[in-house]
């Protein structure tokens, strides 16, 4: 069965706390697709996950890798990555895709390795979604703290969670950030950290986990949003 199929007959549900890591790809739309995104909406999570990076020329473009076709994102222009890769989405793609939709946008921000590069990409990204008036179906999420900090400082009411797992949820409060967003052997092994987490008015997001039973053990410590590969198996 095509994506198109299967968005015709899947019947839709409430929402939950389950985030879909790339979309809802595994059903054959692909992962960092609008295809995927759609599908997430119709299944009914909370949230979609995608990755954003900016070119050469500053267009905010959606892939997971930094390398694609032999190219590197941050180093190419646009119109040479369109060319090689036709069907490469670009945020403005999924803001344009999202605005009918009810799903949160969960927006990872890469690393662009230097803090020039990543504050920089951060101004990119927050005006694009600005001025879509997409601030409020838009969350912010980032392994770079220099992009984390970025974002907070230009959009201070909008929800942005740290990614990389090194630091503790007090000092995330400290730089402003709303949400921790962390592996799930980092939460495991820092339990603390749910209680902290609560004390300090952050939501805690955990990733990649695919195992329902785990799912269902994680949210029952204290977790918020769980983010997984397998979104309609952790809704079950």
């Not at 222009?77 to 036709?86: D, E, F, T």
């Not at 987490?197 to 990649?208: D, F, H, M, P, S």
């Amino acid at each position: 069965m095509n994506f198109s199929s299967f968005l015709r007959i899947q019947p839709r549900i409430a929402k939950s706390n389950i985030v879909a890591h790339r979309g809802y790809w595994n059903t054959g739309a692909g992962e960092n697709t609008v295809a995927a995104l759609l599908l997430a909406d119709r299944l009914g999570v909370y949230g979609s996950e995608f990755d954003v990076r900016l070119t050469a020329d500053n267009i905010p473009v959606v892939n997971h890798d930094k390398d694609t076709h032999g190219f590197d994102i941050h180093m190419a222009n646009y119109a040479k990555l369109k060319s090689v890769v036709p069907k490469l989405p670009t945020l403005e793609d999924f803001l344009e895709s999202g605005k009918n939709l009810t799903i949160k946008m969960i927006l990872e921000l890469k690393p662009h390795g230097t803090v020039v590069r990543d504050r920089e990409a951060a101004s990119v990204v927050v005006n694009m979604v600005q001025q879509y008036g997409m601030a409020e179906r838009v969350e912010y999420i980032t392994f770079s703290l220099e992009a984390g900090k970025e974002i907070i400082r230009l959009a201070p009411k909008e929800r942005v969670s740290y990614l990389s797992g090194n630091l503790p949820p007090s000092e995330l409060k400290k730089i402003g950030f709303t949400g921790m967003d962390y592996p799930f052997d980092v939460m495991l092994s820092c339990k603390e950290y749910f209680a902290e987490a609560k004390e300090n008015g952050l939501t805690v997001n955990i990733w990649t986990v695919n195992n329902p039973i785990l799912a269902k053990k994680l949210i029952s410590k204290g977790a918020d949003f769980i983010t997984t590969d397998e979104p309609e198996l952790c809704l079950r």
